[in-house]
């Protein structure tokens, strides 16, 4: 009677890791679309705290192993930002040919290291601007996975 019992529980444990086997790495990583969105979009921000990027990189996990030298928070809705993937295909800083130019300025926060900040204790100046942005995109849905650049909006 045992033994019949671990014939039917012995397949039955093999199936269950199995499947955990496929499901538990997916769960744990993070979309590149995810990763901008929790790298790049404030939509309710910014304030007006000199500390802003300070707080904001910590938030943001982008202070973990080593200070990301520079960061930009998009202040815009996400859909505004996800609507710049319709725009016509530019070339991206790194040769790719999925980048895309916002049409009108966004608000924009650049945070960048200070000289002589040094990991863990990351200092980060914050600047607000308003400029065009360009993103890379991909997937299906076509949305924004990179932040490439920020242009000065011309006068």
Same mark, same amino acid.
């Not at 969105?37 to 404030?42: C, I």
């Not at 040094?118 to 990179?146: F, L, M, W």
């Given at each position: 009677?045992?033994?019949?019992?671990?014939?039917?529980?012995?397949?039955?444990?093999?199936?269950?890791?199995?499947?955990?086997?496929?499901?538990?790495?997916?769960?744990?990583?993070?979309?590149?679309?995810?990763?901008?969105?929790?790298?790049?979009?404030?939509?309710?921000?910014?304030?007006?705290?000199?500390?802003?990027?300070?707080?904001?990189?910590?938030?943001?996990?982008?202070?973990?192993?080593?200070?990301?030298?520079?960061?930009?928070?998009?202040?815009?809705?996400?859909?505004?930002?996800?609507?710049?993937?319709?725009?016509?295909?530019?070339?991206?800083?790194?040769?790719? !040919? /999925? @980048?895309?130019?916002?049409? =009108?300025?966004?608000?924009?926060?650049?945070?960048?290291?200070?000289? $002589?900040?040094? %990991? !863990? /204790? @990351?200092?980060?100046?914050? =600047?607000?601007?308003?400029?065009?942005?360009?993103?890379?995109?991909? $997937?299906?849905? %076509?949305?924004?996975?990179?932040?490439?650049? =920020?242009?000065?909006?011309?006068?």
């Amino acid at each position: 009677m045992a033994q019949e019992k671990s014939l039917i529980l012995f397949p039955l444990l093999v199936l269950v890791l199995l499947v955990l086997g496929w499901v538990q790495p997916s769960l744990g990583k993070e979309s590149r679309a995810k990763k901008f969105q929790r790298q790049h979009m404030d939509p309710d921000g910014p304030s007006n705290n000199s500390n802003y990027c300070n707080q904001m990189m910590r938030r943001r996990n982008m202070t973990e192993g080593r200070c990301k030298p520079v960061n930009t928070f998009i202040h815009e809705p996400l859909v505004d930002v996800q609507a710049i993937c319709l725009q016509g295909n530019i070339t991206c800083k790194n040769g790719q !040919p /999925n @980048c895309h130019k916002s049409s =009108s300025s966004m608000k924009i926060t650049d945070c960048r290291v200070t000289s $002589g900040s040094k %990991y !863990p /204790n @990351c200092d980060y100046r914050t =600047s607000q601007k308003e400029r065009h942005i360009i993103v890379a995109c991909e $997937g299906n849905p %076509y949305v924004p996975v990179h932040f490439d650049a =920020s242009v000065e909006v011309s006068s």
